[in-house]
């Protein structure tokens, strides 16, 4: 086995009980939506959330070039990945039986932490580009460091600013980078 699958296998558990996570809560919500107040803000959270996993999972392709790994990099993967895991804690309120679920007041009352958990795997993510300058394509440092820096503008704004306005386009800002990254990604395949 590769050091680049070892350590991609690890990490795969990471994204699968983070997606896991995400999908059995929204799945009870599911279930009991006579008893849970809707919101559109928790609704692109979640959405993030789950695109995310995705995006992270995607992202590990580029890393297949390294040569030469090391404890620090691997540590910083292992990092963002339990990052991503609880990003989908924080995104999805755990379904409370008979009573009723405000998803409204859960994205008000966790929104700091969940920006903020996003602001801190990005911040992980442009460390992490450093191990680009050791693969046969060192332009990626710079690619996937500067890449990062749209995402984190929308997560500082929507962590930084309370206002609805704010919120709205810091996850609408996401979402739309989450499902172009994938797009721009797939041209790199080969």
Not at 26 to 51: K, M
Not at 103 to 126: D, I, P, T
Not at 162 to 181: D, F, T
Request: with cysteine.
């Amino acid at each position: 086995m590769a050091k680049f699958d070892f350590i991609l296998l690890l990490l795969s558990f990471v994204y699968a009980l983070a997606l896991a996570h995400l999908l059995s809560r929204v799945g009870a919500l599911v279930l009991a939506r006579r008893r849970v107040r809707f919101s559109g803000l928790l609704t692109v959270a979640i959405l993030n959330a789950a695109l995310q996993v995705y995006v992270d999972w995607l992202g590990m392709w580029d890393y297949r070039g390294l040569k030469q790994w090391d404890l620090f990099n691997i540590s910083l993967l292992f990092i963002a990945s339990v990052l991503v895991y609880f990003i989908c804690v924080a995104a999805v309120p755990a379904e409370t039986g008979e009573q009723p679920t405000d998803m409204e007041a859960f994205y008000w009352s966790n929104r700091r932490l969940y920006y903020g958990l996003f602001v801190v795997l990005l911040v992980v993510f442009v460390a992490s580009s450093f191990a680009f300058l050791e693969t046969p394509n060192p332009v990626l440092a710079l690619e996937e460091g500067l890449g990062n820096l749209p995402f984190l503008l929308v997560c500082l704004l929507a962590f930084i600013v309370k206002a609805r306005w704010a919120q709205w386009v810091g996850g609408l800002g996401l979402l739309i980078l989450s499902v172009v990254w994938p797009i721009v990604f797939s041209g790199t395949l080969q």
